[in-house]
């Protein structure tokens, strides 16, 4: 059994060539065995539940059957070829020699079809595969590949065979998500590399494959709009809005929205802002709340945040930029105030109090000490116009200044402090 990497590159050169012998039984394991350590897994936790929804970039049953049939199903006489295992970025093919025995025809191997019970070929083979529990011998292996590819969210596996029938192919898509992951690993591999247009060619590449890949769509959008091309960078999102899921579509959308602020379309980035759905994950509004604060709407960031729920609780920017957005709100209150204006100065107050409370918890977390620093500051910002003793007020900016003393900001509001 001869397993064989290709790469993703228009050389198509061999990474990796691996050669399992011994025993039938032997290679079947070993040959799982790698097959399965390349598998990758990924899971994702679903906001306001406890289900995980998970995919693998080659189900583990699916490799498994597929194997399994191409070693039942291949020849032990004549001429020796040994099964070859051909793995591309995008799909993985087990190829055996010769092709399908009489009777079998290209229409039993579409989905739902059912094999007609032409005579095995090696009997005994399958007997032993039996007894290994590996082979059931009553041709649902197909039906059970094209059943856990389907189950994974994996493009439908396709099987066929020449004309002369010498050989029969069994092709399995990896998971659009995995090609996406892969193609993105290649192109921070080839910009590291100073390979910088072939990264872009490598991305893509694979986001012509695969238009409706949420991270494709962003990552292309990024570098066009890092390449001042906004045009290129709306036909994607476009492209993404036909073929990718709605679920992805939030996550999409904010990433044009950084590229318009990015390029100082402000316009642009507020008006596409307003389709946000009303739904988001907690993530997304957490992304939608930097993006309102970088474009000057402090209440709508603050809306944000409080739709991204507790998940801001436990990350550490999550909680200092909500503390930040708090404390721009609570100054226009201040700064707009009327004499009588109690509703304004309670209101302040509230969002002071708050803001300070946030602050704290941010300089309990684990964070770099530029953030602790800034957090600091702040909440010396945020005590002195709570009328809190003096004394709290410089011990939070002597803290400040001790983990980033080349802040003269820092330095400046101290001596202002001390002036007053």
Do not use: C
């Not at 394991?29 to 097959?35: E, F, I, S, T, V």
């Not at 209440?299 to 609780?313: P, T």
């Amino acid at each position: 059994m001869e397993v064989v990497q290709f790469s993703a590159d228009a050389t198509g050169n061999v990474q990796e060539e691996r050669i399992f012998r011994g025993g039938i039984h032997e290679q079947i394991r070993d040959g799982l065995r790698y097959l399965e350590n390349i598998s990758t897994q990924h899971l994702e936790k679903q906001d306001d539940s406890f289900r995980v929804r998970g995919w693998v970039s080659y189900p583990i049953p699916a490799l498994r059957e597929t194997l399994v049939n191409a070693v039942y199903h291949r020849s032990y006489e004549g001429v020796y070829e040994p099964i070859k295992i051909y793995l591309y970025p995008d799909r993985m093919e087990v190829i055996n020699y010769p092709g399908p025995v009489p009777g079998i025809q290209p229409e039993h191997l579409k989905p739902g079809a059912s094999i007609p019970p032409v005579p095995a070929r090696n009997r005994l083979i399958g007997e032993f595969l039996k007894e290994l529990r590996l082979a059931e011998g009553r041709g649902t292996g197909l039906k059970k590949v094209f059943a856990v590819m389907n189950q994974n969210g994996s493009p439908e596996p396709r099987f066929g065979f020449d004309p002369d029938r010498t050989y029969f192919r069994a092709v399995l898509p990896a998971h659009p998500e995995y090609v996406a992951i892969t193609a993105l690993r290649d192109a921070a591999h080839l910009r590291a590399l100073g390979k910088n247009k072939e990264a872009v060619n490598r991305v893509e590449e694979a986001w012509r494959f695969l238009p409706g890949s949420a991270m494709l769509s962003a990552e292309l959008m990024r570098i066009y709009g890092e390449n001042q091309n906004l045009q290129k960078a709306e036909d994607v999102f476009e492209a993404f809005k036909s073929e990718g899921s709605k679920s992805a579509y939030p996550y999409v959308l904010n990433t044009l929205v950084n590229v318009y602020v990015d390029q100082k379309q402000t316009e642009k980035a507020k008006a596409l802002m307003k389709q946000l759905p009303t739904l988001l994950s907690s993530a997304d509004a957490f992304d939608a709340a930097i993006l309102a604060r970088r474009l000057g709407n402090q209440k709508m960031a603050h809306n944000y945040f409080e739709r991204a729920g507790d998940s801001v609780l436990s990350d550490v920017r999550a909680l200092h930029e909500f503390a930040q957005t708090k404390i721009d709100i609570a100054r226009n209150l201040w700064i707009n105030r009327s004499g009588k204006d109690n509703y304004r100065r309670d209101t302040n107050r509230r969002l002071l109090m708050e803001a300070r409370d946030l602050l704290e918890r941010v300089i309990q977390m684990e964070a770099p000490p530029m953030r602790h620093a800034w957090a600091w500051r702040d909440l010396g910002r945020v005590l002195k116009w709570l009328k809190a003793p003096m004394g709290d007020v410089k011990n939070a900016y002597y803290r400040a200044i001790d983990l980033l003393p080349e802040e003269k900001r820092f330095q400046e509001e101290l001596r202002h402090l001390d002036r007053t």
